[in-house]
Each structure stands twice: as structure tokens, then as C-alpha cells.
């Protein structure tokens, strides 16, 4: 008799919990550990590896220390970032990833290669790993794409396809600035 009055309650909690709580746990190694129930993340330090699948995408970051919210996932990273995904690298000093919007945001001394033969060495960039599009900010390219060693103020690059969306010379370009971990209004 119990279990009837119940069942429509489950059903409509089942029904009403958000998508996210379904996607996977990140797998999380690091030198140091700990997680902040008051802050709502861990803290990672030394050899700080995570990798974070959700619906089909995977990420991998590794950092010195990094904070990784697995509620809203969410991983801010500092000091000697490498983020993977697929064949693309990105080597930064500081990366704010968001799983739910597929999107790495990299800043200082970004380092992008490409197993197409691009590299490119640029302030910043904002790698979307669902669209593959990716707009840098004061860059300069060396490889296959013939714009070899020019600084550039924003592209937008299709790392999968190789091609160059958008390109300007001299523009006032956005400054991406990485969140606070503390102020993350989701958490």
C-alpha cells in the first residue's frame, strides 16, 4: 500500500532531475586532494589530471592545481595546462572548461597544435570541442596555412577542418578573463 503512494512521487523525481546529474563522474587524480563542502568543489594539487566525458565528448586537463566542480562541471586550472581533446592540445598558464557548454577557455602563453602541421602561439582562445571553432586572440600561425610568422589580432579556426573562418589583422579583440571558482553562481 505504501509503495503506491510513493511510485508517482519517484516517477516525478526521476522525471524532474536535471540532465547533468546523469553525466559521468570525472576521474580525478592528483598529488593533493581535498574536496571544500563549504565551496562545493575539489582541490587539486601536484599532477593534477582530470578527464570529463559527457554525452560523447571527452576532455582531458592536466595542471599543477586545479578546482573541479562535478555539479556543475566545471574545472579551473593553473600552472603549466594541458588541455586534450581529440588530437587537439592547447598548452596555457590558466583554463576555465565548462563540460555543459563544451567550451575551454585557455589564457597566457596559449600554445595550440594540430596534427595537421598548424601551431599557433596566441594571448587566448576559446575552444568550443562540440563545433570544433576556435577564435584566438593576438596570434601568430606557422604551418600549412600560409600566414606564417604575422601577428594577428583574432581568427576563428575549424581545427578539424583546417580552415580559417574569420581573420583580423588589427581589431580590438575581448579580453577573456577566467572566473573565480568562489563566484560560481550554479555552485
Request: aromatic share 10%; net charge positive; glycine share 4%.
Amino acid at each position: 500500500m505504501k509503495l503506491t503512494k510513493f511510485l508517482p512521487l519517484l516517477i516525478l523525481l526521476i522525471i524532474l532531475c536535471p540532465a547533468r546529474s546523469f553525466a559521468d563522474k570525472p576521474q580525478i587524480t592528483a598529488g593533493q586532494s581535498y574536496f571544500d563542502i563549504f565551496k562545493g568543489y575539489y582541490v587539486l594539487k601536484d599532477n593534477v589530471h582530470v578527464v570529463m566525458s559527457n554525452h560523447g565528448f571527452q576532455a582531458t586537463i592536466s595542471a599543477d592545481e586545479a578546482k573541479v566542480n562535478v555539479v556543475t562541471q566545471k574545472c579551473w586550472a593553473t600552472g603549466k595546462v594541458k588541455f586534450t581533446h581529440g588530437s587537439e592540445t592547447f598548452a596555457c598558464d590558466n583554463a576555465f572548461l565548462q563540460w555543459k557548454t563544451r567550451t575551454a577557455e585557455v589564457v597566457g602563453g596559449v600554445k595550440f597544435n594540430s596534427p595537421k602541421n598548424i601551431k599557433v602561439s596566441a594571448d587566448s582562445a576559446i575552444f568550443n570541442w562540440q563545433t570544433n571553432v576556435t577564435p584566438f586572440s593576438n596570434l601568430k600561425m606557422s604551418g600549412s596555412l600560409k600566414l606564417s610568422n604575422k601577428l594577428y589580432s583574432h581568427v576563428r579556426y575549424d581545427v578539424l577542418e583546417n580552415t580559417i573562418l574569420q581573420i583580423e589583422e588589427k581589431s580590438a579583440t575581448p579580453q577573456i578573463v577566467i572566473p573565480d571558482p568562489d563566484d560560481d553562481s550554479e555552485g
